[in-house]
């Protein structure tokens, strides 16, 4: 299984160092996508025959379209590749993996044309997405007085409009934004978002765009029906819009077992990713990777005995 790991980073080099290394091989290939707003030099460690830099950088801000952007370009880069890249991971520069290598390639192979992304249909009280997140108008900062018109409109009740208008038969789905999704997937939407044009323009005038445009477009496909959780795991315990950065608690939580699993609104299943970690914790990220190390030993010794259950 090949796989193309699109990242999106706006800060955290020294920890994107540490995470490439780890899942450097000859299977994978590293697709990095520095904002435009952070300063290219600081990711000049980031080399390697299997590492691309973007050469097109978005300023990508905070639940605005221009992180849609920044992924349509990540996902059309990898797909210009000669390499047959069976699925394409979308991570996040504050990610790092709960598993090694040669466990995650095997994964996705025994899960070979499953979709890895939260989706739910909109609305959706249980996974705090209501249909008012697709409805009102909330204006990119790029043009700043119109955005305070509609921040102001929205506190009031108004800026509303009605998707069906702008998305016709297409019903409107939400979810997180990282996935991890088969070549397929990837190549239906980008083909998707060149034949209809109208579908992003409605999506830049949203909030959290990146939670609700690729999960719209899969939600409303054939790839519907092989959609499972994400392989994220993500604390939001924690009243907030972000979630909680890791910690020795949640350390603890990876060493309980050795396959981590998560169960809630989007379904049960394992998680091989983590977030949000950041740069200045090395004795946490020493800690896990001890961990991993320690699992990987494990499932390398019954993996044989598994194998010969199996044929």
């Not at 590293?30 to 978005?58: M, P, Q």
């Not at 520069?93 to 995650?104: C, F, N």
């Not at 819009?241 to 050795?258: G, M, V, W």
Request: neutral net charge.
């Amino acid at each position: 299984m090949k796989i193309a790991y699109l990242y999106l980073v706006h800060r955290n080099p020294g920890m994107m160092k540490r995470v490439i290394e780890r899942l450097s091989c000859d299977q994978c290939v590293f697709f990095i996508h520095v904002d435009a707003k952070s300063n290219l030099e600081e990711f000049a460690s980031l080399r390697g025959e299997n590492v691309r830099l973007l050469e097109n950088r978005t300023a990508v801000y905070w639940g605005e379209f221009s992180g849609v952007e920044a992924t349509l370009s990540l996902i059309r880069q990898a797909l210009t590749t000669p390499e047959d890249y069976g699925y394409f991971a979308l991570i996040s520069g504050s990610d790092y993996p709960l598993r090694g290598r040669e466990y995650i390639h095997q994964f996705l192979e025994v899960h070979r044309g499953t979709e890895f992304i939260n989706v739910v249909k909109m609305p959706s009280a249980e996974a705090g997405k209501p249909i008012s997140r697709i409805d009102t108008v909330r204006i990119q900062s790029t043009r700043p007085v119109a955005r305070l018109i509609s921040k102001a409109a929205a506190r009031m009740g108004l800026g509303r409009r009605d998707h069906g208008k702008y998305l016709g038969q297409l019903e409107p789905y939400a979810g997180h934004t990282w996935w991890t999704l088969t070549r397929e997937a990837c190549r239906h939407i980008s083909d998707f978002d060149r034949q209809n044009p109208q579908v992003a323009q409605f999506f830049k005038d949203t909030f959290a765009p990146d939670e609700m445009f690729f999960q719209t477009i899969l939600g409303n496909s054939p790839f519907r029906s092989r959609i499972r959780r994400n392989l994220c795991f993500e604390d939001w315990s924690a009243a907030g819009s972000h979630p909680a950065d890791i910690d020795e608690r949640h350390l603890a939580r990876f060493e309980a077992c050795d396959a981590v699993s998560m169960e809630d609104v989007y379904g049960r299943g394992e998680v091989l990713f983590a977030r949000k970690f950041k740069d200045g914790t090395p004795d946490l990220l020493e800690k896990l990777d001890d961990l991993i190390a320690q699992k990987d030993r494990r499932w390398a010794l019954a993996r044989p005995a598994v194998e010969a259950t199996q044929a």
